[in-house]
């Protein structure tokens, strides 16, 4: 999975500070806006392919005339490759009883990100272990790693992040 | 606001409630801005018949994110050089959330920072959210 341009726009990371309930002015001031700390998760909306969004012409696994619309629960996509450049965090199509599930998130900043910057990000992908859960059947873990680069070729962000597909949805 | 390596000890706590009675239509504002639209969080007719959920719930970016601001609140803008944790268990509809901060350990010396570990529960007292940050500090 790779991102070829992200650009940071002072709009989005005002819609973005909205959605997590964040006031701060610095994120509504298209002048000097920084983006939050978990801001490079929305780089999903420039992965041409990313698979949590629906794509015009195609069918969506969501709900229309039916509670789902693909007649069968999207296949398992494998080792998590959308991880934390995909802005998917390895959450992948559910149905069936299983689900795609974020279970860890790291971020590495090593300079400020700011409106004006125009990201690239490329993903690698990295270990992937099993486990027996209580409330969920049987885990699969995936793990990917994300370098966010500048439009000067300098890391901005390291992103670690760890899907976990359930065997069944988690009991509460 | 900006902490001071001078006037931080290892123990001490900070928290803040980091949201109230969450909404559907935030989660929906949070996939609209992040781009996640998994049928999971937006969609209850998906979560409850074919995912086998109680309702919809929230992104654990959505809990991330919330839980950012806190810290960003604490330790000021552009500060932070790490931030991570796990997601231990699912956020829905109607919790309200409550980060706690507390100093593991203050570097002083040419560069301070603080290492603070990172935990957000729900009104139930179960953890939703268990991580570490670490931020740049003044002396």
Do not use: C
């Not at chain 2, 801005?33 to 049928?39: F, K, R, T, V």
Request: cysteine-free.
């Amino acid at each position: 999975m790779a991102v070829e341009r992200f650009p940071i726009e002072a709009g989005h990371i005002m819609l973005f500070a909205r959605a997590i309930g964040d006031p701060n002015p610095i994120y509504y001031d298209p002048e000097r806006a920084i983006a939050p700390p978990t801001f490079v998760q929305a780089s999903a909306q420039f992965d041409p392919d990313y698979g949590l969004r629906p794509q015009i012409g195609r069918p969506w696994f969501g709900s229309g005339k039916t509670p789902s619309g693909l007649q069968r629960p999207a296949p398992s996509e494998g080792p998590s490759e959308s991880g934390g450049g995909g802005g998917g965090g390895g959450e992948r199509r559910g149905g069936g009883g299983g689900t795609g599930l974020h279970a860890e998130q790291h971020y590495e900043y090593h300079r400020p990100l700011r409106a004006g910057d125009v990201l690239t990000a490329t993903t690698t992908p990295g270990q992937r272990w099993e486990k027996e859960g209580r409330r969920a059947g049987k885990l699969v873990f995936s793990e990917s790693v994300t370098e966010y680069r500048n439009q000067d070729g300098e890391l901005v962000v390291t992103a670690r992040s760890v899907g976990v597909r359930t065997e069944r949805a988690v009991e509460q | 606001m900006t902490l001071k390596a001078s006037e931080l000890e290892e123990g001490q706590t900070f928290e803040a409630v980091v949201v109230e009675n969450l909404t559907r239509t935030q989660i929906v504002q949070y996939a609209g801005a992040s781009g996640d639209y998994n049928p999971i969080h937006t969609d209850e007719v998906f979560a409850t018949q074919v995912a086998g959920y109680p309702s919809v719930f929230a992104h654990g970016m959505l809990t991330m994110g919330m839980t950012g601001r806190m810290l960003t609140d604490l330790v000021g803008d552009g500060r932070l050089l790490r931030f991570g944790g796990r997601f231990t268990s699912q956020v829905f509809p109607g919790d309200d959330l409550t980060t706690t901060a507390t100093v593991e350990a203050v570097n002083e010396g040419d560069e301070p920072s603080v290492e603070l570990k990172v935990s957000t529960t729900n009104q139930n007292g179960v953890e939703v959210f268990s991580g570490s940050a670490a931020a740049r500090i003044d002396p």
